[in-house]
């Protein structure tokens, strides 16, 4: 399954976030540690989001491997922010490896990732599409269930807080689509949601900001894993983590 990552902190290189550490982003893209089911890699895609301006997410996706993405130590080098979002993918089986099958999926300010599966989709998620309008679910950006999770979390954000509304989609997928995997990963640029549902994820906060990781990116010993069905809120300030 996929990793993502989330930084929130000093104004730094986008490229240096992403590979921070023995065990960061790109080395995960192909030694990952964690995994949790039966891929051994995430060679699919990457994509990473950052904010220049608080109101906009800036984003580059493609269906490279990070491994080989010259991105990545070429322009997101010399792009700086103070927030980061970023993810490699496993493509679930049957789904399509294209540029906007990779997260993050972004909508102005916000920054969406998810690490799993949505089990028995499309039929599973229809009932929470239900209320999206039809000209959002048709600008759908991939025919897969993470991008269909991003149309339903986008349309829910209009009407509640984050918080609230990843709590309301793991609940609804808890009737309709149970065993789903929903590592889910949200920002705005000044604040990062995440959930835990059959996945890892691991958050480590110190003065040099906040990092929340499907795996942590090296051996300091102040990584906390979060445990299974949990909700984090990441600021600059701190993490908080609840039950869901
Ligand atoms: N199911 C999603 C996809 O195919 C996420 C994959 C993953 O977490 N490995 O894009």
Do not use: K
Not at 210 to 236: G, I, K
């Amino acid at each position: 399954m996929c990793r993502h990552l989330g930084y929130l902190g000093p104004v730094t290189s986008v490229g240096d976030i992403l590979t921070r550490g023995e065990h960061s982003l790109v080395v995960q893209s192909w030694a990952p540690t964690d995994m949790r089911c039966d891929a051994v890699a995430n060679a699919d895609g990457f994509g990473a989001a950052w904010w220049d301006d608080p109101t906009t997410a800036s984003v580059h996706v493609s269906a490279m491997p990070a491994w080989g993405d010259p991105v990545i130590g070429g322009a997101l080098a010399s792009v700086r922010s103070g927030a980061v979002l970023a993810a490699v993918r496993s493509a679930t089986s049957g789904m399509p490896v294209t540029p906007t099958a990779s997260a993050p999926f972004v909508d102005g300010r916000w920054a969406f990732s998810h690490n799993g599966v949505v089990r028995g989709w499309p039929e599973s998620l229809a009932p929470l599409a239900a209320d999206v309008p039809v000209v959002d679910l048709l600008r759908q950006p991939a025919a897969t269930d993470s991008a269909g999770l991003w149309s339903v979390i986008r349309h829910r954000l209009r009407d509640d807080e984050p918080g609230a509304v990843l709590r309301s989609v793991v609940a609804d997928l808890d009737r309709t689509g149970p065993h789903s995997r929903l590592n889910f990963l949200l920002g705005d640029g000044d604040s990062l949601w995440a959930t835990t549902v059959h996945h890892s994820l691991s958050v480590l906060a110190d003065d040099d900001g906040v990092l929340v990781s499907s795996e942590p990116l090296d051996a300091d010993p102040r990584w906390q894993p979060v445990p299974d069905r949990s909700l984090v809120v990441a600021t600059r300030d701190g993490v908080t983590v609840t039950d869901l």
